[in-house]
């Protein structure tokens, strides 16, 4: 499991802020990373790489390591996306869809894993 580096409440804190409309660096920076967080400890591995510019990117899922390169599963997106995804408030194939988010290799599907949590 990889180590937390963001605690849950600040965390929490910085997603309910996004959620209701601070988009402040810092609080969008921290959300982001925490939810990348949860997706790493909800569903361990390196067999798909899921990337949020400019604030992170995590591995994820069980299957081939991989060590140096382009991993065999990419899931690109940028953090408003990543934030309404993995709180519910935008659907996986919506998001397809609409060209929001890039997903390429055998992996790269996350609608059984979002959201990540919800916000009430």
Same mark, same amino acid.
Not at 56 to 74: E, Y
């Given at each position: 499991?990889?180590?937390?580096?963001i605690p849950a409440t600040d965390g929490l804190a910085a997603v309910r802020g996004a959620l209701a409309g601070d988009s402040t660096r810092?609080?969008?920076?921290?959300?982001?990373?925490?939810?990348?967080?949860?997706?790493?400890?909800?569903? #361990? /591995?390196?067999?798909?790489?899921?990337?949020?510019?400019?604030? /992170?990117?995590?591995?994820?899922?069980?299957?081939?390591?991989?060590?140096?390169?382009? #991993?065999? /599963?990419?899931?690109?997106?940028?953090?408003?996306? &990543?934030?309404?995804?993995?709180?519910? /408030?935008?659907? &996986?194939?919506?998001?397809?869809?609409?060209?929001?988010?890039?997903?390429?290799?055998?992996? +790269?599907?996350?609608? +059984?894993?979002?959201?990540?949590?919800?916000i009430s």
């Amino acid at each position: 499991m990889a180590k937390r580096r963001i605690p849950a409440t600040d965390g929490l804190a910085a997603v309910r802020g996004a959620l209701a409309g601070d988009s402040t660096r810092q609080t969008i920076a921290t959300a982001t990373r925490f939810l990348l967080e949860e997706l790493a400890e909800l569903a #361990p /591995g390196n067999a798909l790489e899921v990337r949020v510019p400019p604030f /992170g990117a995590t591995q994820c899922l069980p299957g081939p390591r991989h060590t140096r390169g382009t #991993p065999p /599963g990419v899931v690109e997106t940028d953090p408003a996306t &990543w934030i309404a995804l993995a709180t519910g /408030g935008l659907g &996986w194939e919506d998001a397809l869809a609409a060209a929001r988010v890039s997903a390429s290799g055998v992996r +790269a599907d996350l609608a +059984a894993l979002l959201p990540l949590i919800r916000i009430s």
